[in-house]
């Protein structure tokens, strides 16, 4: 306990010409100096004895934090520029104490990157980021947000792409991960999809674009394909300050604006976690959420003829083959119309597909799951208002077909379950088939008889019935 005090003591003691500072120029009396000693007095004992905890350390920083915000309230007020000494030291002071002591404490590290991004201390954050994966190579998590921060504060690719790499190399089996980088690709294409046209972009050189190092990656790294400036077709908009035109046909056929790096991502992760549609399920997803960008239909294309060779008649598999042929295309884009179009006749045809199915059980769990999938997938477009009166038609009718195969499964118990039947129950509810709707409750009902979300699903129907 003696060494403990004596090292609480060597600490106070730094901070003895920063309070006399604060005393000199009037922002803190004697009294608050004092109060303010006898605080940090108690944290550095307790932060110091054998017993402490993160949290205690994680007070501690809370109380600096309060601390140094007066300080500048009060400078502030009193038209105090600057003062030899701030806060921020200290702070980052207690919170290097903080991870060395509690390395695997994972909250901590977030802590003290959240206060080093606060106060834009970009040197800080790479060197916490660098020691933070050092000790937790195996967290994707963090992995993810180390990506992140380089690709959004500092927007650069190169070190984003880099930190996914090297977490993928320890984090292989991680499905978020795969799905991060292949969000982040999407992202940098959609990126350059949109500046393809910008006078003076800044490009880099191809060498410095280079996915693949050996002396930083080495063998076990992802192989993706390796684009230049000249592939993107944007060699020319660096070269010139006009406003150049590029043709589409050039655009959509290099490599890198053809999505030739998000296949490359999907075929590693498949080889990864094989023979999983719902994760194929969760890639293709991050794919369909960009409308309008072209090489999105190429992607999901490849992924779509991928998950039928590996799993053909899941359900998973079958629901991103009947979206396949929605996916790249906006809402106010006139290729909808015969899109939709397409989806119904593959869901149809998936249908059908399911009668291959050994076994009636198999079949209608089959047959639920996609219905699932496609109500929830379907009911976004009848929210459109400019949606064609024939298309609506026939979108309602797709819906109704798919609901009877959940009530078939709800019937005869198969699969779905409680809070499954709830949502869809929700969404048939939100767009007024009141019918449908009438007929999952009383047979959900019959099931889980004292479910509150059901029971309150069919008040809403009784009175909705006496309203009329």
Not at 94 to 106: E, N, S, Y
Not at 217 to 240: C, N
Not at 287 to 312: D, N, W, Y
Not at 358 to 384: P, V
Request: net charge neutral; charged share 25%.
């Amino acid at each position: 306990m003696a060494g403990a005090s004596d090292k609480a003591r060597f600490y106070l003691e730094q901070s003895v010409p920063e309070l006399q500072e604060l005393v000199r120029k009037k922002i803190f009396t004697k009294d608050e100096v004092s109060s303010v000693v006898k605080k940090r007095s108690d944290f550095e004992h307790k932060v110091s004895a054998r017993g402490s905890t993160a949290s205690d350390y994680a007070r501690y920083v809370e109380y600096e934090v309060n601390l140094d915000a007066l300080r500048r309230t009060r400078a502030k007020r009193l038209g105090i520029k600057a003062t030899s000494y701030t806060g921020q030291r200290r702070i980052f002071f207690v919170l290097d104490r903080a991870t060395k002591k509690f390395h695997g404490d994972k909250s901590l590290w977030m802590l003290y990157l959240s206060f080093a991004r606060k106060q834009k201390a970009n040197t800080k954050v790479a060197q916490i980021i660098t020691n933070m994966l050092r000790l937790h190579p195996a967290s994707p998590e963090l992995w993810i947000y180390a990506a992140n921060y380089a690709w959004e504060e500092r927007a650069d690719i190169t070190e984003s792409r880099g930190y996914m790499q090297r977490g993928l190399r320890f984090c292989n089996r991680s499905k978020r991960l795969w799905s991060e980088y292949l969000k982040l690709e999407m992202i940098y294409i959609a990126k350059l999809s949109a500046t393809r046209r910008a006078p003076g972009f800044d490009l880099k050189r191809p060498e410095e674009e280079a996915i693949q190092d050996s002396d930083d990656f080495g063998q076990d790294m992802i192989t993706l394909p390796h684009v230049t400036t000249e592939d993107m077709g944007l060699e020319s908009i660096a070269a010139t300050s006009a406003r150049p035109t590029i043709p589409e046909s050039k655009i959509t056929s290099t490599p890198a604006l053809a999505g030739a790096i998000p296949i490359a991502i999907f075929d590693a992760a498949m080889k990864e976690i094989p023979d999983d549609p719902n994760f194929g399920t969760q890639l293709f997803d991050c794919i369909a959420e960009f409308e309008g960008l072209g090489c999105a239909k190429r992607i999901s294309q490849h992924m779509v003829q991928s998950l039928l060779l590996s799993t053909p008649t899941d359900a998973a598999t079958l629901s991103c083959f009947i979206r396949e042929p929605l996916v790249g295309i906006a809402a106010a884009s006139t290729s909808l119309p015969r899109a939709l179009i397409e989806v119904v006749d593959r869901f149809e045809l998936a249908m059908r597909n399911v009668d291959s199915l050994k076994g009636s059980l198999e079949q209608i769990r089959t047959r639920e799951a996609i219905s699932q999938h496609m109500i929830n997938y379907i009911a976004t477009y009848l929210e459109y208002s400019e949606l064609d009166p024939d298309i609506r038609v026939v979108l309602i009718a797709m819906i109704k077909t798919a609901w009877g195969h959940c009530l078939q499964s709800l019937n005869t118990r198969s699969s779905i379950r409680n809070d499954e039947t709830v949502v869809l129950l929700k969404i048939l509810q939100l767009h007024e088939f009141q019918d449908l709707v009438r007929a999952g409750v009383t047979s959900a009902l019959g099931i889980w008889p004292d479910d509150p979300r059901l029971l309150a699903v069919d008040s809403q129907v009784v009175l909705l019935e006496q309203g009329q």
